[in-house]
């Protein structure tokens, strides 16, 4: 049983900084994809950054060039460095994790960006 535990989550001023971190642990596959979504107040889950175990990324338009994603596979575990959040990025982050068939969720964290 796979299970992913977030950290990272608070209240920040715009333009601040945050991390989130994502902890795996039980059995992975080698070739994994790590994602990070969100979803703010009445609106639908988005996408934000993906990380392939290969080390390919992609982000949303409105995230680029500010949020970046990466991995330390010794501890699996994904991070989300979140710089010069907006309003806007408030929502509750998920982590994600596609191993082979299966996709896991973590409990998600809440990420407050105030005006």
């Known amino acids: 049983q796979v299970q992913l535990v977030e950290s990272g989550g608070g209240l920040v001023q715009a333009g601040g900084s945050l991390r989130l971190s994502c902890a795996a642990s039980g059995s992975i596959f080698s070739i994994n994809v790590r994602n990070w979504y969100r979803r703010a107040p009445g609106k639908q889950r988005e996408l934000v950054a993906v990380m392939t175990s290969g080390g390919t990324t992609n982000y949303a338009v409105s995230v680029k060039g500010r949020f970046t994603i990466s991995r330390d596979n010794a501890k699996n575990t994904v991070y989300l460095k979140m710089n010069s959040l907006k309003p806007e990025d408030t929502a509750v982050y998920y982590c994600?994790?596609?191993?082979?068939?299966?996709?896991?969720w973590g409990q998600g964290t809440q990420v407050t960006v105030s005006s």
């Open positions: 994600n994790l596609l191993s082979g068939p299966r996709d896991y």
